[in-house]
C-alpha cells in the first residue's frame, strides 16, 4: 500500500510542479491563458491513474508504459488534446492520400510547447538542470521529422538561444519580438 501511496502522491506532485512551472513560464510572456489551461488533461482518470501506476519520478511515466507495454495511452490521450504538442497537428497531406505531415501551429501553441519543454527538463532533471537540457532533449526526440518546418525552425531557433543565450535573454526576445510586447 505504502508504494501505491507514494506514486499517487508522488506523480500528482510532479504533473502540479510541472504545470505551475509552465504556468509561471507562460504568464512571463503574457499567456496568460496558455498558462492556466496547460495539461489540465494530465488530472483526468485516463491520464492520471496510467501516470500513478508508471510513476518513477526521474521520467515521464509515459516513456515507463510505452517500455513496459509497447504503447503509452495516457500520451494517446494527451497529444489528441492538447495543443501545445506538435502531434496534435499531425495531419494527412493535401496531396497524398496516406502520407501523414504536421500542419504549422500557432505561434501562442509553439510557445507554450517551448515551456513546457523547459518546466519538463527542470522537474525531471531536478537540481542538475542546465539551460542546454531542453534543447538535448529536443535533439533526442524522435519523430519530429513529422513537425512542420517553420514550427520546428522557431522551435528549435528558442532552444538554442535558451542554451547559448539564458532564459532572461530568450524570454525577453520572445515578448519583444515574437509577441510586440513592450519590455
Not at 518546466?119 to 535533439?139: C, G, I, M
Not at 531557433?157 to 526576445?173: I, N, P, R
Amino acid at each position: 500500500m505504502g508504494n501505491a501511496v507514494y506514486r499517487f502522491f508522488g506523480h500528482l506532485h510532479t504533473i502540479n510542479k510541472h504545470k505551475r512551472m509552465v504556468m509561471k513560464h507562460c504568464f512571463r510572456l503574457g499567456l496568460y491563458r496558455r498558462g492556466l489551461l496547460h495539461d489540465l488533461s494530465k488530472y483526468s482518470p485516463s491520464e492520471f491513474f496510467v501516470g500513478v501506476r508508471y510513476f518513477r519520478g526521474d521520467i515521464s511515466p509515459n516513456n515507463v508504459q510505452r517500455q513496459s507495454e509497447g504503447v503509452a495511452t495516457a500520451w494517446l490521450h494527451h497529444k489528441g488534446r492538447n495543443k501545445h504538442h506538435y502531434e496534435y497537428w499531425i495531419d494527412y497531406k493535401q496531396d497524398a492520400e496516406c502520407e501523414l505531415t504536421g500542419m504549422k501551429m500557432p505561434l501562442a501553441y509553439v510557445l507554450e510547447m517551448f515551456c513546457d519543454r523547459v518546466a519538463a527538463s527542470k522537474v525531471y532533471n531536478k537540481e542538475k538542470y542546465t539551460q542546454r537540457d531542453p534543447l538535448a532533449y529536443y535533439k533526442r526526440g524522435e519523430g519530429k521529422q513529422l513537425m512542420h518546418a517553420e514550427t520546428a525552425a522557431l522551435l528549435e531557433k528558442l532552444l538554442v538561444m535558451l542554451a547559448e543565450e539564458g532564459e532572461e535573454k530568450t524570454f525577453s526576445y520572445i515578448r519583444t519580438e515574437l509577441l510586440g510586447k513592450k519590455k
